[in-house]
């Protein structure tokens, strides 16, 4: 049996055409407090716990995101889930193994990260969070 390859959820994405409406919809209806970027084209949370393999603390970005920042591959789709993964590098490759087109393995300052599809074309980004290693 092969280990699984995703830990949790880094980061959910929604992009909207109306980001400030949006996140109060989400405030008013389920309490979900937002933080917004200067311009306020981003409405943000951040959903903090234990990761239970290392004992360090988490994190969980939850975010509103104006259509304007939504990926222009991904210009259909009103949402991008970000998945936490053990390793980026052996993730990609196990995705491109099976016939998966995978982009990247970038690293930045937050960690490593790729992009791919799914079967019916729903853009995940997956994640290796390098500051708990």
């Known amino acids: ?10 980061g959910v994405f929604i992009f909207s055409e109306n980001a400030p409406q949006l996140a109060s919809w989400y405030e008013k209806h ?17 959903l903090e716990y234990i990761d239970i393999p290392t004992g360090k603390k988490a994190s969980i970005a939850w975010s509103i995101l104006g259509s304007k920042k939504r ?9 991008m889930i970000n998945y936490r993964v ?9 995705l491109r193994s099976l016939g998966v087109e995978v982009k990247g393995v970038e690293t930045y300052p937050e960690g490593k ?21």
Request: glycine share 6%; proline share 6%; net charge negative.
């Open 1 to 10: 049996m092969t280990p699984p390859l995703v830990s949790n959820i880094g």
């Open 30 to 46: 389920l309490g979900i407090k937002f933080a917004s970027t200067p311009d306020g084209s981003t409405f943000y949370t951040v």
């Open 71 to 79: 990926p222009t591959h991904v210009k259909d789709k009103l949402f």
């Open 86 to 94: 053990f390793d980026a590098d052996a993730t990609a490759a196990h």
């Open 113 to 133: 990260f790729a992009w791919c599809s799914d079967l019916e074309g729903n853009e995940l980004e997956l994640w290796e969070d390098t500051s708990l290693v």
